[in-house]
């Protein structure tokens, strides 16, 4: 049995060689949509080491909860991130993770304060992985008090922090090109978002929620047939994948504003016509707060 938290007073992620393979090997698989994979070598890791094995197997049920829609993956995440046997950094990153499945399964008062929770220890340390975990929560915190006078404001550092762990880290990358993107999205940076993504995808090629990130820059740069072909193949993979899932109707509903503003809107009406539907209804409340504010806002709706 190898040792597991010897290293944990050095608040650091690390883990002895051979079980930070696996966690790699495990970033591959998710990638690559070998879910089944995936889980069976973070239980690999988990015979190992409890605590980085179990929140592993989380991060894995959040990223199949995030292609597939499925939900069931995502509450079953929340309820063994609770009880995940984890250490030093580790139990950071399980509080971390715990912390989004809290705000995305309507618990935003107590995910917010776990995320915080958890970035009060990834602060403390000089490994570059816990640093980039921090940075996330810092960035926004430093964006929602930009209007006060005379604070600091550390933005550009951070997404530098992000920027060189979503290049050097194989085992938590997209965990960290995920949020960068999103930044460079909310700065009106699109073109950057793009070549992220771009990047994204040649690590990942093809990834389904890589594909549908890529589409939102190009219709923010106003490139609507480009992201209207990427969202109409990505509707036609999911419905074959998984049926009407939470990423088909993010397609329809993405469509309808890219055919708008397309001046296409007899096909923006074709998309419309398919939210009369009951399956949408029986999750119209999973569906990203962002995009049905902007389409209810326009009238899209």
Request: glycine residues 4%; hydrophobic residues 40%.
């Amino acid at each position: 049995m190898l040792s597991g938290f010897a290293f944990a007073e050095n608040l650091t992620l690390a883990l002895p060689d051979s079980l930070s393979q696996l966690v790699s090997k495990a970033t591959a698989q998710t990638m690559a949509l070998k879910y089944g994979d995936a889980m069976a070598t973070a239980k690999t890791l988990r015979s190992h080491n409890e605590g980085a094995g179990c929140v592993l197997e989380n991060i894995v049920r959040i990223s199949i909860y995030d292609d597939l829609g499925d939900t069931a993956a995502l509450f079953t995440a929340g309820k063994q991130l609770e009880k995940c046997k984890s250490e030093g950094m580790w139990d950071a990153l399980r509080k971390f993770e715990l912390g989004y499945v809290q705000s995305e399964t309507g618990h935003s008062v107590s995910g917010a304060l776990k995320t915080r929770s958890a970035a009060k220890m990834f602060e403390d340390s000089k490994d570059q992985e816990a640093r980039a975990f921090y940075a996330i929560y810092a960035y926004y915190v430093d964006k929602s008090f930009s209007w006060v006078p005379f604070k600091s404001d550390h933005r550009e550092e951070y997404l530098a922090v992000l920027d060189s762990a979503s290049k050097k880290s194989t085992r938590f990358w997209p965990l960290f090109l995920t949020p960068l993107i999103w930044m460079h999205y909310d700065k009106e940076d699109f073109n950057t978002g793009l070549k992220l993504a771009e990047r994204g995808l040649a690590k990942a090629p093809n990834h389904p929620v890589m594909l549908q990130i890529k589409a939102d820059m190009l219709y923010r740069l106003k490139r609507y047939d480009e992201a209207a072909d990427i969202y109409e193949k990505s509707a036609a993979d999911y419905m074959k994948r998984k049926g009407a899932s939470i990423r088909y109707w993010c397609s329809v509903l993405n469509l309808i504003r890219i055919y708008h503003d397309a001046g296409k809107k007899d096909k923006a009406a074709e998309q419309r016509a398919k939210l009369d539907d009951p399956k949408y209804r029986a999750i119209e409340s999973w569906m990203p707060g962002s995009l049905m504010d902007d389409l209810k806002k326009r009238k899209l709706l």
